[in-house]
């Protein structure tokens, strides 16, 4: 046999391999091929391939022709089929198509094996690519690639899979060399998870070897598929420089990728991993293979998060045992109540789920009790307080699988049965609440053993799962609110302007009832000049704080500086009805009102405070009576668009439908009024359990008690095991939930994105130049005046009256300020939350979903507020920052 010389010299020293298997990058590679007489294979360009070809140029080879085929840009290529001779790789040099290029053209040189780029495996990085290589050298990178198949890389890849070690022959393709001014790769699903509503981009300046080895920190960029929306992107950090990283794609290029690559997706109707680059000019396409792994777990894949209406209800950071409890009776009391209607918890996950100390709602799960219930989601998520933008999808009707939906029909005949049952259900829950209120408040729990306690503490979470259901039964108005936007569509009459009037009247609720209850106390305040000049004592002069345990609420201050008063009197009664609400109330680690009066104090204090001899604020009659002229004017409007047939049939099931609504909204605030009474006293026995803890030194301060969960508690008073440990638990959880604050949450999320999420939190936060924010109207009205910025309930004393609130989110405790604010404004919310709720009854404009509010608006900035058409208009601005806030500013959006 006779051999002769070709020489290989690669162009870069980071090519180390040769025919041989020797690593040499500073000599040129010699690579002895056997010389035939005369060469008998042809080879073929991309455009010339055909189906049959796969199975002799290999998976790389077929894939970039057929892509090519079909319009796609993939730079041109020779394939050197895997069934060539080695005699016939000298033939190459002479292949016509070289003769296209330029004799200093370079190439990249593949490896295209058999069985490559396939939905089963993909052989990724396992043969050898060259870049960059010259004419000359063409031939010995190609020997290169094909010896690369034999490699013991290439035979641990094939027994890992269960491959033939036999079968390991290797095409090449020759592909014309682009220099590119960025270059990389992009998932067209998620890579760890399979959610496939987005487009992962991973960039790089230059070329992407460095990338795809894992050798440099990439740009990450997320694109969503549905509006080419740039959801993430952050700029891969480079070690050597100390310049700020800059994106290698500008906006415009990244959505023009995305695009591109969501084609390739669908022309293969499977998610692709695709390798791309860019020339300055266009994008080229130089690999595409299917996805080969793309993993799903329970809440995992796709599974949406979301914290509207819980953010509401719950602080910013709920205490460790509080949270967990609340975990575990949302859970069982939803999976309860809507039976097969949810998903099994191995598909979708649990309903309830906390992340970093904040508990969400399962989206997916919502969305699927929305499909088998035959409505569409939209009307769900807009009543939640939905924070995302709402799908075009989900205004939708989608019809549910056949199966499933049969097997829901009993769970749908319960839960009939339920709503017409729903006055008996509320009746009865009224005397069950009742006795339960007697049977806690009639028993000392100072006189009872640990273990008496703790056995009327844990019948109270089974309690709680079964009051939480009837909650979930009145929160269903949702079905009565779907028929009625259904016929104000029909007649022309807009279902918010409807809705929201007739809520604003009739019956009020619990927790608007407690904010006109307030106004008249301050109205009783005012008449008397000693209460109203004692209230207004400026602070330090006049305690607030409440009482030592077992005092009566208000302090010894108090009842000796307003002994004999009418005030006084009314303050007790004040507290006997609301005494049991609070501060973010549903978390019984923290005071109630009936502890700690302050909050109370202030709002009687600011209303107050500059009266000029005026009556404190608007007689709440005069509210009640321009709520109802409205609720009548609008209701006049739309029966008069019930004529003929519609008068005798519509027109009784829309009033029906209205008494309904508002009837189930009053039960409802009333059902967690008597939960938030109920917490009351199981917060009083907690706090006998803390005390005694502290008393045995297994604790520094009661407050401490709360950090631990029922689960780390429950041994301890059993049997006293493990109570030496109490404290340990305590550090470690301060510590956890002082890192979790400084963590600023997203309102919307996916599990799997957690990450992401949390680093591109408070990303272009604040922007004084957008003057016009956008929001969801809760309570129809407009109103001009100065916005006080509230982040936390300890900032109550900032409030002034006639000022347009603006905070995250706000529950019943927070209705003493409604009661001053001329306006509200919220990032968190929904035409069923509490603010949306007090607002309306209380006549002030407000408005939700307003995102990053409180941060791009300032305490002192004078706005216009309209909550009919839903904007906030900046028409003044505060002075700019301080550099302390400035700095203050930056390290909070370093953090989030």
């Known amino acids: 046999m006779t051999f002769f010389f070709v020489p290989f010299v690669p162009s870069c020293s980071s090519w180390p391999i040769n025919a041989a298997g020797y690593r040499d990058a500073d000599q040129p590679l010699i690579v002895l091929l056997p010389l035939k007489a005369v060469a008998t294979l042809r080879f073929r360009s991309l455009d010339e391939l055909t189906p049959a070809d796969e199975a002799r140029v290999g998976g790389k080879a077929w894939n970039c022709a057929r892509l090519k085929h079909h319009g796609f840009p993939v730079p041109d290529a020779l394939a050197i089929p895997a069934d060539a001779a080695d005699a016939d790789l000298p033939a190459i040099d002479r292949d016509p198509w070289l003769d296209r290029w330029p004799p200093d053209e370079q190439f990249a040189v593949r490896s295209s094996g058999i069985g490559e780029d396939a939905p089963e495996q993909s052989f990724a990085g396992i043969h050898e690519t060259y870049l960059n290589v010259g004419r000359a050298s063409i031939i010995g990178a190609v020997a290169a690639c094909r010896a690369s198949a034999h490699s013991e890389r290439a035979r641990a890849y094939r027994r890992a899979r269960g491959l033939p070690i036999q079968s390991n022959a290797a095409g090449v393709l020759i592909q014309r060399m682009i220099h590119p001014f960025a270059a990389g790769v992009a998932f067209t699903v998620d890579p760890l998870t399979g959610a496939a509503d987005e487009v992962v981009i991973n960039s790089t300046p230059g070329l992407a070897t460095a990338l795809v080895d894992g050798h440099i920190d990439p740009d990450e960029i997320r694109v969503?598929?549905?509006d080419n929306a740039i959801l993430f992107c952050r700029a891969g950090a480079d070690a050597d420089s100390a310049a700020v990283p800059r994106p290698s794609l500008s906006t415009s290029q990244t959505q023009e990728l995305a695009v591109l690559v969501t084609r390739i997706e669908r022309h293969y109707g499977a998610p692709q991993d695709v390798e791309w680059c860019y020339d300055g000019e266009q994008f080229w396409i130089v690999q595409s293979r299917p996805v080969t792994v793309a993993p799903s777990a329970a809440g995992g894949s796709g599974t949406e998060w979301t914290r509207a209406?819980?953010?509401?209800?719950?602080?910013?950071?709920?205490?460790?045992q509080a949270l967990g409890v609340f975990e575990q009776i949302l859970n069982t009391a939803e999976r309860r109540y809507m039976g097969r209607l949810m998903a099994p918890e191995s598909v979708l996950g649990p309903m309830v789920k906390p992340f970093y100390g904040r508990l969400y709602f399962n989206l997916s799960q919502l969305r699927r009790v929305c499909r088998m219930g035959g409505t569409a989601p939209a009307d769900m998520l807009r009543s939640l307080g939905h924070p995302g933008d709402i799908r075009p999808e989900d205004e939708q009707v989608r019809r549910p699988p056949v199966r499933e939906w049969i097997a829901c029909l009993p769970d749908f005949v319960r839960l009939l049965s339920r709503h017409v049952r729903a006055e008996a259900l509320m009746r009865a829950h009224e005397r069950t609440v009742a006795a339960y209120v007697t049977k806690l408040s009639s028993v000392d729990p100072r006189t009872l053993r640990d273990d008496q306690l703790w056995a009327e503490l844990l019948d109270w979470q089974r309690t709680g799962t079964e009051w939480v259901e009837i909650v979930l039964l009145f929160g269903g108005v949702l079905?009565?609110?779907?028929?009625?936007?259904?016929?104000?569509?029909?007649?022309?009459?807009?279902?918010?302007q409807v809705l929201y009037s007739h809520l604003a009247a009739g019956e009020k609720s619990v927790s608007a009832q407690q904010a006109f209850d307030l106004v008249a106390l301050a109205r009783v305040a005012f008449r008397e000049p000693r209460v109203s000049e004692?209230?207004?004592q400026p602070e330090g002069r006049r305690p607030e704080r409440g009482p030592q345990r077992g005092s009566r609420a208000g302090g010894p201050e108090l009842r000796t500086a307003l002994h004999g008063t009418a005030f006084l009197a009314a303050f007790d009664q004040f507290l006997d009805r609301y005494g049991h609400r609070?501060?973010?109330?549903?978390?019984?680690?923290?005071?109630?009102?009936?502890?700690?009066p302050a909050p109370i104090l202030q709002a009687l204090r600011l209303h107050l405070v500059g009266s000029d001899g005026r009556q404190a604020d608007v007689d709440p009659a005069v509210v009640s009576e321009r709520t109802e002229a409205e609720a009548a004017a609008v209701r006049t409007a739309l029966e008069s668009r019930m004529t003929g047939l519609r008068r005798w049939t519509v027109r009784p099931r829309a009033r029906w439908l209205l008494a309904r609504i508002n009837q189930y909204y009053v039960w409802r605030e009333q059902c967690r009024s008597d939960m938030i009474r109920v917490l009351a006293i199981v917060r009083r026995w907690h706090l006998v359990l803390a005390q005694r803890f502290v008393e045995r030194d297994w604790l520094d301060r009661r407050e401490d008690y709360f950090f631990l969960r029922l689960e780390e508690i429950a041994p301890a008073i059993e049997t006293h095991a493990r109570a030496t440990t109490l404290r340990d638990i305590v550090a470690v959880r301060s510590a956890e939930m002082d890192r979790y604050r400084r963590i600023q949450m997203p309102l919307l999320m996916r599990e799997p994105e957690l990450h992401h999420l949390i680093r591109s939190a408070g990303f272009g936060d604040r922007d004084d130049s957008d003057h016009e924010l956008r929001g969801v109207p809760v309570s129809r009205g407009s109103v001009e005046g100065e916005v006080v910025v509230i982040d936390n309930p300890a900032d109550f004393a900032r409030m002034k009256r006639g000022a347009i609130l603006v905070t995250r989110a706000t529950d019943p405790s927070w209705t003493p300020m409604f009661t001053l604010a001329s306006g509200v404004i919220v990032e968190v919310g929904g035409v069923l939350s509490h603010a949306s709720t007090v607002a309306r009854e209380y006549g002030i404009p407000a408005l939700a979903n307003v995102r990053r509010a409180t941060r791009r608006l300032r305490t002192g900035d004078r706005v216009l507020l309209n909550a009919t058409e839903g904007f906030v208009r900046k028409l003044s601005w505060r002075q700019a920052p301080s550099n302390a806030e400035a700095a203050k500013d930056a390290k909070e959006d370093s953090t989030s």
Do not use: H, M
């Open 224 to 226: 969503r598929k549905t």
């Open 309 to 320: 209406n819980l953010a509401e209800v719950l602080p910013e950071l709920t205490s460790p």
């Open 479 to 496: 079905i009565f609110e779907t028929a009625l936007r259904t016929i104000c569509g029909r007649v022309g009459v807009p279902f918010e």
């Open 534 to 536: 004692w209230l207004q």
């Open 582 to 596: 609070g501060l973010y109330e549903s978390d019984w680690a923290l005071p109630r009102y009936a502890e700690d």
